[in-house]
C-alpha cells in the first residue's frame, strides 16, 4: 500500500495554456476523487469515478475541467485554457466501494497549480 | 442548500490543555457527519465519522465528537493537546451516497504552545 500518488507536486503555467493532472490511486481502489482547494477554504468536491465510469460532476465545474479514468485505475484532470482563477490546490483521493457506512477515503497530498 | 460552518478560524491551545473545535451544519435530513486533519505537506486524514447511532463518536489520535440534532453541531474534542496535534481541521457534510461528495467547512488552523 503505497498511497495515493499525485503528479506534478506543483504546477506554473502561464494563463490560457492546458495542464494535465495524474492522480495514481492506492491499488485495487475502484473508487477516485478530484477536489480543489483554495488558500482558506477546505476542498470542494469537483468529481468521481467507479472503476471507469464518472458518477458525479459538480454542477459549479467549468466546461473547462474534465477528467478520466480510462483504465479504471489512475486518473487524469485536465484544464483547458486557465485561468488565473483556477490556481488552487488539486486532490485526489481513492476508497474502495462497500457500504457507504465502511467506505473510507485516503487523499493525496496535491497538485499545486499556479496561473500566472 | 447544505452548508457547514466552522465559526472559528484558528485557535492557539498550550500543549496539553483540552480542545473543542466547533462545526455547526445545515441538512435536511440525517446528516452523515465527518472530521478530516490536513498537515502541512500531507494528504487529508480522516479522523472519525458519524453515520447513525450512538451520538458521542471515538476516533483516531484521541480525538471524539458528538453529535447534537437540537444544536446542528459536531464539535470536535480532545482532552489533552498534543504539539503533533498542529494541523488543521476541517468538518465535513455529506448525504451518503457517497463518502466522498462532501461539502467542507473552511477549516480551523490549531497551534499548539509548548
Known amino acids: 500500500d503505497t498511497g495515493v500518488s499525485q503528479d506534478p507536486r506543483h504546477k506554473i503555467t502561464k494563463r490560457g495554456q492546458n495542464v494535465t493532472f495524474r492522480c495514481d490511486p492506492i491499488s485495487e481502489h475502484n473508487r477516485l476523487y478530484w477536489y480543489r482547494q483554495t488558500l482558506g477554504q477546505g476542498p470542494e468536491f469537483l468529481t468521481y469515478f467507479q472503476n471507469e465510469a464518472q458518477l458525479e460532476k459538480s454542477r459549479l465545474l467549468s466546461d473547462r475541467f474534465s477528467a478520466e479514468r480510462p483504465k479504471g485505475s489512475f486518473s487524469t484532470l485536465e484544464i483547458q485554457r486557465t485561468e488565473q482563477g483556477d490556481s488552487a490546490m488539486y486532490l485526489c483521493?481513492?476508497?474502495?466501494?462497500?457500504?457507504?457506512?465502511?467506505?473510507?477515503?485516503?487523499f493525496g497530498s496535491g497538485t499545486q497549480l499556479s496561473v500566472l | 442548500a447544505q452548508s457547514v460552518t466552522q465559526p472559528d478560524i484558528h485557535i492557539t491551545v498550550s500543549e496539553g490543555a483540552s480542545l473543542e473545535l466547533r462545526c455547526n451544519y445545515s441538512?435536511?435530513?440525517?446528516?452523515?457527519l465527518f472530521w478530516y486533519v490536513q498537515s502541512p505537506g500531507q494528504g487529508l486524514q480522516l479522523l472519525l465519522k458519524?453515520?447513525?447511532?450512538?451520538?458521542l463518536v471515538q476516533g483516531i489520535k484521541g480525538f471524539e465528537a458528538e453529535f447534537k440534532r437540537s444544536q446542528s453541531s459536531f464539535n470536535l474534542r480532545k482532552p489533552s493537546v498534543h504539539w503533533s496535534d498542529a494541523a488543521e481541521y476541517f468538518c465535513?457534510?455529506?448525504?451518503?451516497?457517497?463518502?466522498?461528495?462532501?461539502?467542507f467547512g473552511k477549516g480551523t488552523k490549531l497551534s499548539v504552545k509548548p
Open positions: 483521493a481513492s476508497s474502495r466501494r462497500g457500504q457507504a457506512t465502511n467506505e473510507k477515503l485516503f
Open positions: 441538512y435536511g435530513a440525517t446528516p452523515y
Open positions: 465535513a457534510v455529506g448525504d451518503g451516497g457517497s463518502q466522498g461528495n462532501l461539502i
Open positions: 458519524y453515520f447513525s447511532g450512538d451520538t
